[in-house]
């Protein structure tokens, strides 16, 4: 399988390294390209047999599934850019929320597909959320997720849902380490301990609680009814966050969307000249 990466931006390079460290792919099979040459030349250099190309178009030629890992506004140039060179059978395939799959159907001759992937892949861990264009069959979505799999578990998700899978999925581990952050610090400032202790304590129960959610089976409100014995200490506590932070995930969840829909819109206009509302 020979697969492209257009941008080696943070993610780009995520997944690269993650699919390459988890045997998923070797650097003989990547090519790669960047707005700057010279950094995909130096991601290239760490990885023996992997292709550094001058232009999008050459990382894109000849390739099986071809990922474009560059910012909402910048898409439509990379569209533009490999446009000429897309083959029918290819998959591409967005990283990009606001990138919907009608743009890039109404540009590209080929398999569109879109994937969320997340930070915790490069642990090989999470999910990897997947949407599929009209043209690409089940036996391409298998190749895909085939690939996904190495690095996360692939979840199918409807398009529509596409913001608050992300803030879920992509973003959440961002709002998750810094509420865990406000704790350890908390705790040093309040306390005295350590921080380096503080926090591979607070890392280790993050990990353990993260597993009772998967392997363990349980739900957060059965996790908290097992730990808040009534009248007890973890109860008080709870009492308090409840009261203190009522309302602010609901905030947070509109001022993800309200972003989304102004870079949807954005991408919208560059793509076909018209603004989209929602999905």
């Not at 699919?19 to 760490?46: C, D, H, M, Y």
């Not at 990138?99 to 569109?112: A, D, F, Q, T």
Request: include cysteine; charged fraction near 20%; charge should be negative.
């Amino acid at each position: 399988m020979n697969v492209g990466f257009i941008g080696t931006g943070t993610m780009g390079s995520l997944l690269i390294e993650a699919f390459i460290a988890s045997g998923a792919l070797s650097p003989t099979e990547v090519a790669i390209s960047n707005r700057t040459f010279a950094k995909a030349q130096a991601l290239a250099n760490r990885y023996s047999g992997m292709r550094a190309e001058f232009t999008n178009a050459g990382a894109a030629a000849g390739c099986d599934i071809i990922f474009l890992c560059v910012k909402p506004l910048e898409f439509k140039s990379a569209v533009d850019d490999i446009k000429s060179v897309i083959k029918p059978q290819q998959i591409v395939v967005s990283i990009t929320s606001p990138v919907l799959i009608s743009h890039l159907e109404g540009e590209l001759n080929c398999k569109v597909a879109k994937v969320i992937p997340s930070i915790t892949n490069y642990v090989w861990s999470g999910a990897s959320l997947c949407i599929y264009g009209q043209s690409i069959q089940e036996e391409d979505k298998e190749q895909l997720e085939a690939l996904l799999s190495h690095i996360s578990e692939p979840l199918r998700i409807d398009e529509s849902y596409t913001r608050i899978v992300s803030d879920l999925s992509s973003c959440g581990p961002a709002f998750i380490s810094f509420l865990l952050e406000q704790f350890v610090d908390a705790a040093v400032e309040e306390t005295g301990i350590g921080r380096d202790e503080a926090l591979r304590v607070a890392s280790a129960m993050l990990l353990g609680t993260g597993m009772l959610l998967t392997e363990g089976g349980l739900t957060p409100a059965q996790i908290q009814e097992r730990v808040a014995v009534p009248g007890g200490i973890t109860a008080k506590a709870l009492n308090l966050l409840r009261s203190e932070t009522e309302g602010v995930f609901a905030e947070l969840i509109r001022t993800t969307h309200a972003k989304f829909n102004e870079d949807l819109a954005k991408v919208s206009i560059a793509f076909t000249g018209e603004e989209v509302n929602g999905q």
